[in-house]
């Protein structure tokens, strides 16, 4: 079971710049295609920009042409919880860090379907890429 991280508001936004406050804890969701990591071909892993929590290879990282980074699995079980997400008038499944609790985005069932069929849709402004040395 993965330690829970807690902290006050107050820390969150002293630690997390604006932008990564908006979306890791106000649930906010960058706009399409201008993210950091959208069109990012390096090698590494990619953490929880709240936590440091490791939760995407790139191994699994694919370009959907949704405007967002998309990854078809996470690195290991347990790395993200999944909550339902009836915000917009739309039923989606939100997806959280299972360390931190920060948004990451949203899971959708529209993924390669010669991996697992998932496209796990994730803001930029929600991960740090550690790149391989």
Known sequence: MTEKIKKSDAE???????????????????????????????????????????????????NSRSGWPSFWDVIDEGKVDLVEDLSHGMRRVEVVCSRCEGHLGH??????????????????LALELKEDQ
């Open 12 to 62: 969150w936004r002293a630690e997390l710049t604006p932008n990564q406050y908006a979306v890791l804890r106000q649930q906010a969701t960058e706009r399409p295609f201008t993210g950091e990591y959208v069109n990012s071909k390096k090698n590494g892993v990619y953490a929880c920009a709240g936590c440091g929590q490791e939760l995407f290879s790139s191994d699994t990282k694919y």
């Open 107 to 124: 899971l959708f069932e529209d993924g390669p379907r010669d991996k697992t069929g998932l496209r796990y849709c994730i803001n930029s």
